[in-house]
Structures are given as C-alpha cells and as structure tokens.
C-alpha cells in the first residue's frame, strides 16, 4: 500500500503553478511522473502524490525539476486566472477514477499521435534523402555521360586528324608518282627521238648504199644471209632434281594411302582456323595462331605454370579443334593437375585425331596412349590402363620404361605389389 504524500507546498501567479513535494531519496532514475492537462501523479515507491488539479494545464509545456529530495513542478495555466485552490475539490473516488482513465486515454492517444508524427518526418525524411541521392545519381550519370561525350569528341577529332593527315600523305605520294611518270615520260620521249634519228640516219645510208650497183648489192646481201645463219650448240649437260617423299620409306614397306590421308588431314587442320569468336577481337594477330599459342603453352608448362597453360591451349583449340598436339599437351596439363578424366578425354581425342596410323604420327600416338594409361592407373582402373601401355610398347617395342611400367602394372594386377 504506497504512502500518500499530502505535505507538499505550492503557489500561483496568474500564468503559473508552482508545487514542491518533499520526497527522501527521490531521483530521476526511479521517479515516475505523469502529468495530463487535469491531472498529476507521481510515483516514487512507497511514496504517491496525486491532484486532480483546478483548471487545465498546457501539460507540453511544464517542468519538473528533481533533486535535494524534492520534485519542484513549473505548471503552466492555459487561462490566465487565480485558482481557488490546487485541486477540485468533492471529488469522489468514481470521478477520480474517470478522470485516471481519462487522462491515461489521452496519454495513449497523444503517445500515439506522437509516433505517427514521428513515422511521417521519418518517411518524410527518407523520402527527401532518396530524393537528394537520386539527384546525385543523375548528375553523377550526367557528369560521366558529358566525360564519355568529351572523350568520344576528342577520339572523334583525333580520328578525322589522323584521316587528314593519311589524306595529305597519299596525296604527297600521288603527286610524286605523277612527277615520276612525268620524268619517265620525258625520257621515253627522248628515247624515241634518238630511236627516230638513228633509224633516219640508217634509211639515209641504205638510201647512199643503193645507189651502187648490182653487184655490190648481191654481195650485201650474201653477207647478211651469212651473218643470220646461227652457230651449233655449245655442249652442255642439265640436273635433274627429284621432289623427296614425306615418309622415307621402301616401296614394299609404304603405306602410300595411309600417308597421302594422313598428309591431308594434316592440311586440313591448318586451315580450319576459326577466328569468329568474340572474345579474340582485342588480341594481337600473332596471338591468334595456334601455333604460337601452342609455344607458349609448352613455355609455361616447362616453367611448372600448368593453368596458364591449360588455359593458353583451350584458346589454341577454340580457334583450330584438328590439331591433335594441342589435345595431347592439354592431356598433359590436366595430368599434372590431377584432372584425370579429362585427361583421358583430351587423349582419346588427341588418338582420334592421330588417324590413320602412320610412322609420321608414331611418337604423337605413343603419348596419348602413355598419357591415357596414366590417367587410367591413377582411376586404379589397372587392366584399362595396362591395354594403352601395351598399345604404346607396340608402337616402340624396346622403350625400356614403358616396358618397366607396364611390368608394373602386370604385378599390381596380379597381387604381388601393393599400389603405391
């Protein structure tokens, strides 16, 4: 049951209430007031004090000051006047509990308009903020599209420079070739004159020379039939040169269809060069070769960079899928990398592609099926990979590590020797 405090002071002007309401130990932190236009309580356990107060307050705009073991209370009237006394007075306890509930009611309901008030300025606020971002965003997007119009003017006027300047260097050379042509010309004409002088001057002399007789003329032309008659041949001798074959081998050993199809495929895959792929526009013309890509692919592997690798010869078979060294070295790449089943893709193709089988491509197929069988053996997939190694011992029968290999493979098979 609190204590009802009833020793409490206080005084009025005509726009003001003042009240101080003793209270031992009283602090902000535990002292719980609530003030409504009527009303005014506070609670500071044991203590309560409570009035219901004359006339109505402006409950916004009162103080209340804590401290020295008192609560002092600055109650602003909303009429200017004198009260009679602080609190109405007959007062019964169904009227104080109507006034209570009122006042808690109102409490609720400006506690209520508060926070709405408080969610409009909030959305008020984000509204205004997206607002101010948004006109950032759009003289930020401006200011780059005026940069990217600046830059696109200044590549547009160096552009037509660099066209002038062409225009004004093709022009310079096109008068120089007419200037030339022109000397020629010159010379060609004096050339004629002194062809056209010499052959008056030798009608002139046939003319002098006709006037002779008879018999001079016959022995002229006596002499001119001698002059005409070509002498014999000198003794010579010519070279015959032969074209070599591809594949020096006998006639009764040669595979001469095998080798001519091996040979055209071989052409074929050097010009199936695909150079429609979109990412290549920005690459230099020599990093379009898959040759060269294919060198410096072995570069980097031989350097221990097998992504940089891989990666150099998917782009060497993007832009050309027929040659079979690019698959084999990728099989290679994809070993090293623990990336057995391409591995064994990239070797299946690089066999494909190895067709048909002829002495030009024997060391080309001896490494896919070395590399396969590799792939296979660490799948633990043995007799798979046992077939590629024999496959590879009948193409080089006397390869002593092959054969140390295989032989290794035969004793896992069998039991005799624990997989390392």
Not at 142 to 149: A, F, H, L, P, R
Not at 327 to 342: G, I, Q
Not at 373 to 386: H, R, S
Request: aromatic share 6%.
């Amino acid at each position: 049951m609190p204590l009802q405090v009833s020793d409490y002071n206080w005084q009025q002007t005509k726009t003001a209430v003042f009240i101080s309401v003793p209270l031992r130990g009283v602090c902000v932190r535990d002292a719980d007031v609530f003030c409504t236009e009527n009303y005014l309580k506070v609670n500071f356990s044991p203590f309560l004090f409570e009035v219901f107060l004359y006339a109505p307050i402006d409950d916004e705009n009162s103080k209340a000051k804590i401290g020295n073991d008192t609560i002092v209370f600055t109650l602003y009237k909303k009429e200017v006047a004198m009260w009679e006394t602080l609190s109405v007075s007959g007062v019964d306890k169904e009227m104080m509990q109507r006034i209570r509930e009122k006042s808690i009611l109102q409490a609720q309901e400006r506690a209520k308009e508060a926070t709405e008030a408080k969610a409009a300025a909030r959305r008020e606020d984000q509204k205004y903020a997206l607002n101010v971002m948004m006109k950032i965003e759009e003289e930020e997007r401006k200011k780059i599209e005026n940069m990217k119009e600046n830059e696109r003017l200044k590549a547009t006027k160096e552009l037509e420079a660099w066209k002038e300047c062409q225009r004004k260097a093709e022009e310079q050379k096109r008068i120089q070739r007419e200037e030339k042509f022109c000397e020629q010309g010159k010379q060609v004409g004096e050339e004629r004159n002194k062809l056209k002088h010499k052959s008056l001057t030798r009608i002139a002399a046939s003319r002098n020379l006709a006037t002779k007789g008879r018999n001079s003329e016959n022995i002229f032309l006596e002499k001119l039939k001698e002059d005409s008659i070509p002498g014999p041949r000198s003794v010579g001798s010519i070279k015959i040169s032969f074209t070599p074959r591809v594949f020096p081998t006998a006639l009764r050993e040669s595979q001469v269809a095998e080798e001519e199809e091996w040979l055209h495929k071989q052409a074929e895959a050097r010009r199936a060069l695909n150079t429609d792929i979109p990412e290549l526009s920005d690459l230099k013309e020599e990093e379009k070769n898959p040759e060269w890509l294919k060198d410096k692919g072995n570069k980097l592997f031989a350097k221990e960079n097998y992504l940089a690798a891989m990666n150099a010869y998917n782009l060497a078979i993007r832009l050309n899928n027929k040659i079979p060294l690019l698959y084999l070295n990728r099989a290679a790449c994809h070993l090293k990398l623990k990336n057995l089943h391409k591995a064994i893709e990239d070797s299946s193709k690089a066999l494909e592609l190895l067709t048909p089988p002829v002495a030009d491509n024997a060391n080309g197929r001896m490494k896919a099926y070395i590399r396969r069988g590799t792939a296979f053996c660490q799948l633990e997939l043995y007799i798979e990979g046992l077939q590629d190694y024999e496959a590879a011992l009948k193409i080089d029968p006397s390869n002593k590590i092959v054969q140390n290999d295989a032989e290794k493979i035969r004793k896992i098979i069998q039991g005799t020797e624990l997989k390392s």
